[in-house]
């Protein structure tokens, strides 16, 4: 079955740096991964996706490139602010299966 | 909309007691999940729906029990309590295929502690 292996676990930047968490995936038939932010106590939220017939996406300080030959896919945050401190979550999931996989997580420090 | 409800928001409990947590949508989605997180941990599947009458073990289904009689509702039940069930629940629900959208969209929780 599908396996998602996300690093590193924890990431520590200084506010207005990049950050970047990476993803590798298992099985090439997987189509579409989503990544998820929780916020300390709090439910986990999407906040960008893309699916298997998409190289790259971008919604603002966000970035998610997908690399279907060596199946895997990466988050990238410009410009860091102190609200995107949380752990973020990566997934995996193909049509013909209702499951997302899901990553371990990593927790985003940004240091002031 | 309300999204997604799941009642109570907190509880705790006795080794060996029983209890119902409650998931509500109000999206018509077809499909329903609850997951399990550890503190400091990802996310666990308990069991899965793909719409009423029908559900499926995930993950980590043992000393839980769920049902799906309504598209609405999808209750998880917990039997003899243990510590190890110490956590916080998630539900969660999605669109039906047909509408091509595969964001899980979650309710707050409930956060479990058996003592």
Redesign the interface.
């Known amino acids: 079955g599908e396996n998602v292996e996300q690093h590193p676990s924890t990431l520590s930047v200084q506010e207005g740096d990049s950050a970047v968490i990476k993803c590798t995936y298992s099985d090439s038939a997987s189509n579409y991964f989503p990544w998820y932010k929780q916020e300390l106590g709090k439910r986990p939220q999407l906040i960008i996706d893309i699916r298997s017939n998409v190289g790259e996406k971008k919604d603002q300080r966000i970035a998610v490139t997908l690399n279907k030959t060596a199946k895997h896919f990466s988050l990238h945050i410009t410009e860091t602010q102190p609200e995107d401190s949380a752990v973020y979550f990566c997934a995996a999931s193909m049509d013909s299966n209702y499951q997302l996989i899901w990553g371990a997580g990593t927790k985003l420090i940004i240091k002031p | 909309n309300a999204g997604v409800t799941q009642t109570p928001k907190f509880r705790i409990l006795k080794i060996g007691q029983s209890m119902t947590l409650q998931c509500a949508q109000d999206m018509n989605h077809n ?1 329903m ?1 609850w997951y399990r997180q550890d503190p400091g ?3 666990k ?1 308990i069991y ?1 729906s ?1 719409g009423a009458g029908i559900t499926d073990k ?1 993950e980590v289904p043992n000393g839980y029990n769920v049902s799906r009689s309504t598209t609405e509702d999808f209750p998880l039940r917990l039997e003899l309590a243990a510590p190890s069930q110490t956590s916080v629940y ?1 539900c969660a629900s ?1 669109a039906p ?1 047909y509408l091509s959208y ?3 969209f ?4 409930t956060r479990l502690t058996v003592l």
């Open positions: 499909y999940y941990m990802g996310l599947l899965y793909v995930g998630f999605r295929d595969n964001e899980q979650f309710g707050p929780g």
